[in-house]
């Protein structure tokens, strides 16, 4: 619900494309019912548990729009923020945005220690390999114009998306990616 209730702050069409991974709960059920009353939503479900990468590509195969942007379904990241990262893509001046946990002056969760250095970890490595220089690789808002996602090819079926991904556009020739702070 507040995803569908969130304005983007642009006037443009979106598109929910859920994707349920053989969830065990009443996830789908709930989804299909809201849907009925709420067009727009798109519901794909996995028969087996197959993990974030392989849902993306789910996702990916329905999508029509535009712009792409990844929100988890336990709403860890506010929608909000969803104008703070199309704002540079509508600008034309980016292909790709990051939202980062660790940028920015907005609230943010207080992160376990052992957390925060791994994440830091794992971005410095990535920025050794791809020579970005990101603050948060492994954020989960991740925005996209959606013919850079349909450039790349896409193996990794669970939580090896977020280095994936990162790796493949920054061998894009001439690819904009720009970073903004987001609240968590």
């Known amino acids: 619900g507040e995803v569908c209730n969130t304005s983007p702050g642009f006037d443009i069409e979106k598109e929910i494309i859920v994707v349920d991974d053989a969830s065990t709960d009443s996830s789908a059920s709930i989804v299909e019912s809201y849907s009925t009353d709420h067009p727009g939503i798109i519901l794909c479900r996995h028969e087996k548990n197959s993990g974030k ?35 540079p893509i509508l600008d034309g001046h980016a292909d790709v945005v990051y939202g980062s946990r660790f940028s920015g002056n907005g609230p943010h969760r207080v992160l376990f220690y052992f957390h ?38 896409l193996k990794e079926k669970r939580f090896g998306f977020e280095p994936e991904v990162t790796a493949k556009i920054s061998h894009i020739k001439g690819i904009r990616i720009y970073e903004t702070g987001i609240a968590y």
């Open 116 to 153: 925060t250095i791994g994440n830091k970890f794992l971005t410095r490595l990535s920025n050794l390999f791809t020579q970005l220089n990101l603050t948060d690789m492994e954020t989960g808002y991740k925005m996209f114009r959606i013919e850079i996602l349909r450039r790349i090819s």
């Open 53 to 87: 990468g392989a849902c993306i590509k789910t996702a990916l195969s329905k999508a029509s729009g535009t712009i792409v942007i990844i929100q988890d379904a336990d709403l860890e990241y506010d929608p909000a923020d969803y104008k703070k990262l199309l704002q």
